[in-house]
C-alpha cells in the first residue's frame, strides 16, 4: 500500500570555485544553513549538482565555455551533511572538467552512497532512472550543453532538446516506462533546460512539460534559470518549472535577484499530489539562509503572481507558501 512520500527539491547546488574555496574553514553542513532541518525532515532529497567532483584540473575547452565549476572531493561530505538521496547530473556543468571530472564525480557520489541519474559512462547508463526509496523514480534530462551529451561508448549526459516532435517525446515515453516497469510509483522528471535569467517560461515549453506530464511523469523538476519561476498544476501535477539556485558563490543581477529561491517539498501519495510546500530562502555567498521579515515577503510576492499567471494559488502562510488539492 502506498504511503505518503515527502521529497525536498532544490535549485542548482553549486559546490564549486568560491564554495569550494570556503569548505576547508567551515563545518561541511554549514552550506545548508538553518535549512537544513527542513531538508533532514523530508523522505527524500533531490538536488541538480551543477558541478564536477574532482581533482582533475584540466577544463573542457573543445567547445567555447566561460564558466567551469570544479570541487574537490572532500566537497561530497556536504551533500552528505544533508543526507542527499539523489543528485540530477544531466546539466551544462557536469563535463566542465572533460570526461574525466565527471568519472570521478560518479566514483565519489558512489562511495557516499549518493545515488544520480542524467549522466553516465555511455547513454544507455546517462538515461537510467533511479529508484529511491518509497518506490520514487528519478530520471533526469537536459538541452544545455549538447557537446557533453553522451553517446553509445562515449561518457556524458543524458540530452534531449525541447521538443514535441514524436522522436522526443518517445524518448520521455520509455524513459517514465521503465522506471514504472521497475516499480516507481512516483516519478520526478527533472530537467535542466531554457535560458537563464527568465522568469517566465516560454510556451514551447510549457507545452513540452504538460507533455512529459501527459505520459506520466508526477512531479516535473525544473531547474536552469537561476531564477525560480512560476508553478503550474496540470491534470493534478506539479509542474516546478524553475527551482532556482540553492548553494553558490554567484554574482547577484539586483533587479532579477537570483539569491532568492525557495525549498520545495513535494508530498506524494502513490502518485498522487497530496500537499505543495514551498518554504523561501536566501542565498548569502556560498551558502543558504531561510528568508525572513522583508526579504521573504518579496519572495511570496513574485511566486504568487508568477504561479498565479498559470492559474495556481498558494495559502500564504507565515514561514510557507502552501497548495494541498481540494
Known sequence: MAREITLALTGDVMLG????????????????????????SAD??????????TEHRRSWSRTRKVFHFRADPAATGVLEAARIDACSLANNHTLDFEEKGLLDTLSHLEAAGIRYAGAGHDLREAARHVLLEGAVALVAFTDNEPPFAAGLDRPGTNYLPVSTEPEVLRRVEEAIGAAREAGARTVIFSNHWG??????PPEAFRRFAR???????????????????????????PILYDTGD???????DPNLRNDRSFLFCVSMEGGSLQRLELFPVFLPYARVELAHGDERGKIFDLMHKLSAEMGTVFERREDRLVLEPT
Open 246 to 252: 540553492f548553494i553558490d558563490d554567484y554574482a547577484v
Open 211 to 237: 507533455a512529459v506530464v501527459d505520459l506520466g511523469a508526477d512531479v516535473y523538476y525544473g531547474h536552469s534559470a537561476h531564477v525560480f519561476q512560476g508553478v503550474e498544476i496540470y491534470r493534478g501535477k
Open 195 to 200: 535560458p537563464n535569467m527568465v522568469l517566465r
Open 44 to 53: 527524500l532529497r533531490v538536488i541538480n549538482l551543477e558541478c564536477a567532483i
Open 17 to 40: 570555485r568560491g564554495v569550494n574555496e570556503t569548505l576547508p574553514n567551515v563545518r561541511l553542513e554549514e552550506p545548508w544553513g538553518d535549512v537544513l532541518p527542513l531538508l533532514l
